[in-house]
């Protein structure tokens, strides 16, 4: 079935870093859409990027991403790390279908000073 | 931005009880919907819901399980009876278009069943 795997339950860096989160995904259909949701300590999920565009970079608030179908990733990225930055990072997949997001478990990032 | 408001945040029932958790999406969306999330484990899908109807539906949502948004009022998850395997988080999210639209989500409804 349709599912989304993120291999970083959690990561820890330095203010400054480079931060990367992985994000796979499996689906048997070719036009995946893909999503990244942010959620802050006692807030709601909100979304960070999404894209339906292989080979694409998608930005956002310093963030960006690229889906590949190739690969089937859709990695968050961002050049340097900032303490606000630290949040429950969510890559989350949709496909045919009235709009169901089908989550991976989540990555907890921590940035430090 | 948009908001969406879960009323109640935490929630204490006895198994066997009923439970109904509230929602209220952003004014103008037309599709809702409810995930669960089990301490410790990723967001799962339970049901979508358009015009009155349930589009679709995990294996998830049991028999227990209800929804409805009577007359534009809040958008409703009934669980009845509850069960302890009941126990999570429960988000509400809502789009205002279907098909991989942007969806905005509560900040959780917290259920333990005891």
């Known amino acids: 079935g349709d599912s989304v795997t993120q291999t970083e339950g959690l990561v820890t860096l330095t203010e400054g870093l480079p931060v990367m989160l992985n994000c796979t995904y499996q689906t048997i259909y070719s036009n995946p859409f893909l999503f990244w949701y942010v959620q802050h300590l006692n807030e709601s999920p909100r979304l960070l990027l999404k894209s339906f565009t292989d080979n694409k970079r998608t930005e956002h608030q310093g963030f960006h991403a690229t889906l590949h179908k190739s690969s089937s990733s859709f990695h968050l990225q961002k050049s340097s790390a900032q303490l606000s930055d630290s949040a429950l990072y969510y890559c989350a997949l949709s496909v045919i279908s009235y709009n169901v997001l089908y989550f991976g478990s989540g990555t907890k990032l921590t940035v430090e000073p | 931005g948009p908001k969406v408001l879960q009323i109640p945040s935490h929630q204490i029932i006895d198994m066997g009880q009923m439970v109904t958790l509230n929602c209220d999406p952003v004014?103008?969306?037309?599709?809702f919907y409810w995930y669960k999330q089990i301490l410790g484990q990723q967001m799962e899908f339970l049901v979508n819901f358009y015009n009155g109807k349930v589009m679709e539906k995990s294996k998830l949502f049991k028999d227990q399980f209800s929804v409805e948004r009577p007359d534009g009022s809040y958008f409703t998850l009934k669980i009845q009876p509850t069960a302890l395997e009941d126990s999570a988080v429960y988000f509400c999210?809502?789009?205002?278009?279907?098909?991989?639209?942007?969806?905005?989500f509560g900040p959780g409804t917290r259920l333990l069943v005891l």
């Open positions: 004014s103008n969306h037309l599709y």
């Open positions: 999210a809502s789009s205002l278009q279907p098909n991989q639209d942007t969806q905005y």
